[in-house]
């Protein structure tokens, strides 16, 4: 079975838990998870089955969004409700225009130190296993960016807040360094992924009901070709798909590309997904080689 399924993970679970839960619905080793989120938090989380696990790195790029509430005056260690208070923090003068002040702060590219809990790793491990022992390593700032931060509610201590942003983002680091700028601290009481990419959470599918279905849990699901509909598609020919198929690249007329996006989802009938591909542009402009990346060989693609 080769898929992508938007399940709605619940609070208490680690994303490879709900990796574990699916393969034994679907009695299948080979599934797979983009995207992590913490046991804490709920929401979207996009998990492939069979061949639609190589489409993980271009899932992971798309943009995330979230709806979180805030506890201002209280740090914790791993800057969500789960760990211990490290300081706490007068709020009293604290008023609403402050904080989205302090949130305006975060938005656009910025520069993110991963938090000592979080699966970065370092020289091979893991920082939260590192966490775990009580050590704590110097870590590289990495470059994301947030679209959107937006105080939606705010009745001290508690703020509900919405983040708009990209890959890599922490964003209970985002709200560590809104209490740090406010002088107050503060750490994420609740924090629920709504959106990866086009998926919402509307659509998604609760990992129990998940468990429950019966009958034929593929049309759950998305196919590989609907799994990367973000991508502008190219229809080939019988040569074209048969050369892609062996790894070959193509030239195109770049007539044929309307709105390119970053890569190519590259189909012979519409349906179905033969290979995600780059794009060389010729020095004319009028001509395209186009280059697979990833192959999807067979049926049910």
Not at 20 to 27: G, I, P, Q, S
Not at 188 to 206: D, K, M, N, Q, W
Not at 209 to 233: I, P
């Amino acid at each position: 079975m080769n898929r992508l399924f938007v399940i709605d993970k619940p609070s208490g679970l680690t994303s490879h838990d709900v990796v574990d839960r699916v393969r034994h619905v679907l009695r299948m080793r080979r599934v797979g998870h983009a995207g992590t989120l913490d046991p804490s938090a709920t929401g979207v989380l996009l998990i492939m089955t069979g061949y639609a696990t190589r489409l993980a790195q271009f899932l992971v790029e798309t943009e995330k969004e979230y709806a979180g509430q805030m506890v201002l005056g209280v740090a914790t260690d791993t800057q969500d409700a789960d760990g211990k208070v490290i300081a706490t923090g007068d709020i009293a003068g604290i008023d609403r225009t402050q904080v989205e002040s302090a949130c305006a702060a975060f938005r656009g590219d910025i520069e993110q130190i991963p938090p000592m809990m979080s699966a970065v790793k370092r020289n091979g491990e893991r920082l939260y296993v590192l966490a775990r022992k009580g050590i704590a390593v110097e870590r590289e700032p990495r470059p994301v960016r947030v679209e959107r931060f937006e105080i939606m509610s705010f009745a001290p201590p508690l703020v509900g807040f919405e983040v708009v942003c990209s890959k890599g983002t922490y964003v209970r680091t985002l709200v560590a360094d809104v209490g740090e700028r406010l002088g107050s601290g503060a750490h994420v009481s609740e924090l629920r992924r709504t959106r990866v990419g086009r998926f919402h959470s509307g659509t998604a599918i609760p990992l129990a009901e998940f468990e429950r279905a019966t009958g034929n849990v593929e049309t759950l699901g998305y196919s590989l070709f609907e799994a990367v509909q973000h991508f502008t598609s190219l229809h080939l020919n019988g040569s074209e798909a048969d050369r892609i198929s062996e790894g070959g690249g193509i030239e195109v007329e770049s007539a044929r590309l309307e709105s390119p996006s970053e890569y190519l989802r590259l189909t012979p009938d519409g349906q179905r997904l033969l290979a995600i591909a780059a794009m060389e542009r010729g020095e004319d402009g009028a001509a395209v080689t186009v280059r697979p990346i990833r192959v999807f060989p067979g049926e049910g693609c």
